[in-house]
């Protein structure tokens, strides 16, 4: 069984910052990519950011330069450093990994947690 627990969503006004947590947990599972997606309302999932075991990132347009994502392999831990937020980063969390599980290649999502940014 993996599991991946996130945290540290929740309101915030625009221009704060949020910095949300996820951490895999389970036998047997060798991670190797993790990363950030989000969902708004009426809206497909997208990709926020990716971060690979050696440490190389990936990060859609409309969050460089104001998101950091990071992670700490010993913890299997990634972070999402969002600085100033705008209304339409406004969405649910999800955070990703993949990697292998007694050989076999697998991926796996978090639960999600909300982020709304809001006067």
């Known amino acids: 069984q993996v599991q991946l627990v996130e945290s540290g969503g929740g309101l915030v006004q625009p221009g704060e910052s949020l910095r949300l947590s996820c951490e895999a947990s389970?036998?047997?599972?060798?991670?190797?990519?993790m990363g950030w997606y989000r969902q708004a309302p009426g809206k497909q999932r997208e990709l926020v950011a990716t971060i690979s075991r050696t440490g190389g990132t990936d990060y859609a347009a409309s969050v460089k330069d104001r998101f950091t994502i990071s992670r700490d392999n010993a913890k299997n831990t990634v972070y999402l450093q969002m600085n100033s937020l705008k209304p339409d980063d406004t969405a649910v969390y999800y955070c990703y990994s993949d990697g292998f599980r007694f050989g076999i290649q697998k991926n796996y999502w978090g639960q999600g947690t909300q982020v709304t940014v809001s006067s």
């Open positions: 389970g036998t047997a599972f060798i991670v190797y990519t």
